[in-house]
């Protein structure tokens, strides 16, 4: 499974921004999906997760409220709808994705991340 995110770039503190992730490849089901960043000198840090039905969602406390992370199942397509940016948000952000092949094996895909730089 390949994914390539989108949508990264610079914006100033208080503004907004959507990343895109989308998923292709051979026969396979995505079970849960989500979104890593990492600043530099920082550890690299879940930011948001969904399942397959979008029924749940998860988030770093840090960013509760401003984030949103949903899925287009159909289209193998994952967004994170950022608000209210602050310059700590400024990080290389991952998208990941969890699920199996056709043949029942097990994985985990990441993306080539995508640069989000807020300024002051």
């Known amino acids: 499974v390949q994914l390539v995110e989108s949508g990264g770039g610079l914006v100033q503190a208080g503004g907004s921004l959507r990343l895109s992730c989308a998923a292709s490849g051979s026969t396979f089901t995505i079970h849960a999906m989500g979104w890593d960043r990492q600043a530099p000198g920082k550890e690299r840090e879940l930011v948001a997760a969904?399942?397959?039905?979008?029924?749940?969602?998860n988030y770093a406390n840090s960013v509760k409220g401003r984030f949103t992370i949903f899925r287009d199942n159909a289209k193998n397509l994952m967004y994170l709808q950022m608000n209210s940016l602050k310059p700590e948000d400024t990080a290389v952000y991952y998208c990941?994705?969890?699920?199996?092949?056709?043949w029942g094996t097990g994985f985990r895909s990441w993306g080539q991340g995508t640069q989000v730089t807020v300024s002051s």
């Open positions: 990941y994705a969890d699920g199996t092949t056709a």
């Open positions: 969904a399942t397959s039905g979008g029924g749940s969602a």
